[in-house]
């Protein structure tokens, strides 16, 4: 199968997951909150895993020292991203979580997704290994994200019809990314995107994840979340190794 099959076929799956949202529709909030902190806990720790286990190496192997600013360059532009366009990646509809204005979801949602395509399309094109890696990892942490956006939207007054829809019109910029990704290596070499983007997984899995599962004064949850946290890593670690 042909780099460009694959950055097609994981954009497409990558939006189809946008209509996990849907799956709030059968689960009651109690149920939905235990469900959703264990699989932030676990998205932090494939984020983290695939950033520093397979995104990084990959990448300053091939560019040195330039990869690990470029790294830098990328933790950077998401905290901008959040600190100019007031994005939160909220992972649940309690009271207490922030309610951004559905568009402005929106918006964040497919900006975070375009560069998540980029990463994705990049290192497809410097390894299809890690590009399955990659993909995984961003998959891990589109799961929760949905099922939370979803509830906003629908929250702020949208059909449920409507919120499934624009959630995955929002998804497919996914595939645009990949696509650009490919587009543009035909011009240059594009592993810099990959440490660019891992840049932005440490972000997500640090300062937008963790906190949303740091939160609890209950024993029992704090060491389910931790355990999920670990698997998440574990995962990403035992593809390392297999890889070799």
């Not at 979340?225 to 995962?235: D, E, K, R």
């Amino acid at each position: 199968m042909g780099v460009l099959t694959w950055i097609v076929a994981g954009g497409l799956l990558m939006s189809a997951l946008a209509l996990v949202g849907g799956l709030t529709l059968l689960l009651d909030p109690r149920t939905q909150e235990r469900l959703v902190r264990p699989l932030v806990a676990f998205a932090a720790g494939s984020l983290l895993g695939g950033a520093l286990l397979h995104m990084i190496p990959e990448a300053a192997h091939r560019d040195g020292i330039m990869a690990y600013v470029l790294v830098l360059a990328g933790f950077s532009a998401f905290l901008g991203l959040e600190q100019f366009l007031h994005w939160h990646h909220c992972h649940r509809t309690s009271a207490d979580c922030r309610e951004p204005l559905t568009y402005l979801i929106l918006v964040g949602d497919a900006l975070h997704n375009l560069l998540g395509g980029l990463a994705v399309g990049a290192a497809f094109l410097a390894d299809v290994r890690v590009g399955v890696t990659t993909w995984l990892a961003a998959a891990t942490h589109e799961v929760p994200q949905e099922l939370g956006d979803f509830g906003i939207l629908v929250h702020g007054g949208w059909s449920r019809r409507r919120a499934l829809l624009f959630n995955f019109l929002s998804a497919l910029t996914f595939l645009v990314g990949g696509l650009l990704a490919y587009g543009a290596a035909q011009r240059f070499d594009t592993i810099g995107l990959v440490a660019f983007a891992a840049g932005n997984f440490i972000y997500i899995g640090a300062s937008d994840l963790v906190p949303e599962v740091n939160r609890h004064r209950e024993m029992k949850a704090n060491f389910v979340h931790f355990g999920a946290f670990v698997a998440g890593v574990a995962v990403l670690a035992a593809i390392r190794l297999a890889r070799g």
